[in-house]
């Protein structure tokens, strides 16, 4: 008799073990993509405040208007030219 007692709380005691271990596992893997979005969410939060100060400086600042079509599209003033040098 107390040789099953024995076997059964073995038994019980391994079943509650593997359970455990399953809901770490589950719980570390939430805690990890918690944390992923969490820091998701920081990088795009720091995105929007970058691209709001650059609507903010294309409504208020007409040389800022000037410097990114000068730039990024190449546009020139009336009278200017481009010299390539290169390729």
Request: glycine letters at 4%.
């Amino acid at each position: 008799m107390r040789k099953i007692r024995n076997n059964w709380f073995l038994l019980v005691s391994i079943l509650f073990i593997f359970l455990i271990s399953i809901r770490l596992k589950i719980f570390y893997s939430a805690y990890s993509n918690f944390k992923f979005y969490q820091n998701e969410i920081n990088r795009l939060k720091e995105e929007n405040r970058i691209l709001a100060e650059k609507i903010k400086k294309i409504k208020n600042d007409p040389y800022y208007i000037e410097k990114i079509l000068r730039e990024e599209y190449g546009m020139v003033k009336d009278g200017e030219f481009i010299i390539k040098i290169g390729e």
